[in-house]
DNA sequence: GCAAAAGTGTTTCCGCTACACCCATGA
DNA sequence: TCATGGGTGTAGCGGAAACACTTTTGC
């Protein structure tokens, strides 16, 4: 690799908002950073791209290294780049969203985080530059994936029920679905295997579920659209 | 404005993806640049971003700049930045798509360009970079933005007949639809306003319609969703 | 009168919606 | 036995799809 394959660029970033839910509320992954600039305020996790990395692989490495986060569904979101939305100088940053299944994230904020924490996206505190107009952005753009692509079980668990699922989309898309619709479509659509039961909780206990993205896969290439 | 306003950003460009339509094919504006880098090439209009220039407004400036087109409709694309996408050195390009309504256009090609061309998107050369990329990822967005958004009619004339529309919506999407069906669909829909008939066609003259964003507008805001 | 495109209704079918009660489990 | 959420079927409605012939115009 070439010796400058570590020197920053300037005017490039990477900013990156992170959702996470947890069976009730949508949440977003804001982190406090221990260095300047930014020290001390929470905002999102978000760097300079280096000279030879792709966006992607950018997007990828300031997550890891931030907030711990690795292998989890990510996608570009839109490039915002105004003049003056970092004040000292002009940064044109480049975002992407992520999907994590809160349940598994353990915080390992790296050596330049001293926080991180998960605010409901109804309570968001005031972040600065332009990062609450990103985390708007990309929650409408949330709300439209979600319907059309199955991506919304990144958000949970490896195993979950089909009450946590419509939960999550009633949430996600705010408003109340009929129970028995939307098991008909969902299980209709075959992208689930039904798995055993759960086990321990004081009530009936559902029947768990996992997607099954190879059968999504072979259904998409027949011409199959996800849709709810 | 300050003096260094005109300076260009080195390691960041913008790009954009003309579509127009003539009745029976969709088509893409490419140009051959005159100066270097490049000279003599097919390629996407493009140049850099100024220091002091937001996105949106370099994308109209390059836009204008390059193939005298202004008051188009743009959108904001994808930015496209592997480390090897510019051979030179590490350009990341933030892509545009703008929609044209090719019969008014007039080809004014600004002094660093020595043609312009509209090609068949069946029919495209092999373009310098990554453009093909970025062309056929255009491509899939417009196909998926034409269903859900009224914006087709920007690569119309302002008047046009319901045979057009149809004609559009079947090249862009590929597959051909029951007239009848989509004359309902498009009328029920209350955006069209009628005018008045075609005059001197060689068979039974069809009436005009126009788009009425005004209408469109307000119907939005009660929830109402554009959908073919 | 002929070629070429415009314009027009009805029936069928399928998928979406609305809707309410019993079941299993742990405390 | 009670509280909590799990699980299930059907009827009606509305929008989508299928389908073919007549009209107008210029040549």
Redo the contacts with the bound molecule.
Sequence with gaps: MAKNSNQIIKNLSTDCVIFGFDNSELKVLVIKLAVEPGKGEWALPGSNILQEENLDIAAKRVLKELTGLDNVYMEQLYTFGDVYRFPLFRVVTVAYFALVKIEDYKPEPGPKVSDAQWFSIKKLPKLPFDHNEIINYALKRLKQRVRIRPIGFELLPLKF????L?NLYETIMDFD?????F???I??MNVLVPLE????????????YRFDKRKYDSLKEKGYNF?I
């Design positions: 029920t089909l009450s946590q419509q679905m009929d129970k028995r619709n098991r008909k479509k299980l209709g039961k759960q086990k321990g909780v004081p009530h009936r206990a559902a029947k768990l849709e």
